[in-house]
């Protein structure tokens, strides 16, 4: 076994460990909150993150991935957002119910998203096969999309300075990491003509 693959396998190995240990922590504070509140919130996100940790064990090794270190520090920046996040006793910016509709149409996105990616799913941007079903004739990255819905419910319901500045940090993350992604997946010519069905990359008519 060369060096090169001994060494992709090992941080193949430690990402998705990595994944495990942050869902640990996130889960923790979650059920805690939980507990004490019956607030669907931050469960609803909870359920989010936990597709991760499963798709992230099953998927497919990558034909082509991103090892630069800009790379990864963008997709660790990303990912670690989510369980830094911290439930906390200053009032919720609105109730309860209106912020776990937003947090399950988030939720409702990424899971179609994930369902359609199957195991191409990954988290360091790499070309894992082309997807262009589901949600994917809407945006290139509807996972995403979905993301950034449910962390935008979960600070409406939480709304300290400190989850703010993590939701705002992770999520430019997420835009980087998904334009890095594209450059990967450029060199593919089935994904060329993909992005000529789709324009749009998280929020249609927008961005």
Request: charged share 15%; hydrophobic share 55%; aromatic share 6%.
């Amino acid at each position: 076994m060369t060096i090169r693959l001994r060494a992709g396998r090992t941080t193949d190995l430690l990402a998705r460990a990595s994944v495990g240990v942050l869902f640990v922590l996130l889960s923790v504070n979650v059920l805690g909150e939980f507990r004490r509140t019956g607030h669907l919130t931050g469960l609803l996100l909870l359920a989010s993150e936990s597709l991760v940790v499963a798709l992230t064990i099953v998927r497919r090794r990558a034909a082509i991935v991103n090892r630069s270190a800009w790379a990864a520090a963008v997709t660790l920046m990303s990912v670690a957002g989510q369980p830094l996040l911290r439930v906390g006793a200053i009032a919720p910016l609105a109730p309860d119910a209106l912020t776990a509709v937003l947090s399950g149409a988030g939720l409702a996105v990424v899971i179609l998203g994930k369902l359609a990616l199957g195991r191409s799913f990954g988290i360091v941007p790499a070309n894992r096969g082309v997807v262009a079903r589901g949600p994917y004739t809407v945006v290139r990255h509807p996972i995403y999309a979905g993301y950034v819905i449910t962390h935008l419910a979960f600070v409406i319901a939480h709304p300290t300075a400190w989850n703010v500045g993590v939701v705002l940090a992770a999520d430019t993350a997420l835009v980087v990491r998904s334009l890095i992604e594209e450059r990967v997946l450029g060199t593919d010519a089935a994904y060329r003509a993909y992005c000529a069905r789709v324009a749009w990359h998280l929020v249609p008519g927008v961005f």
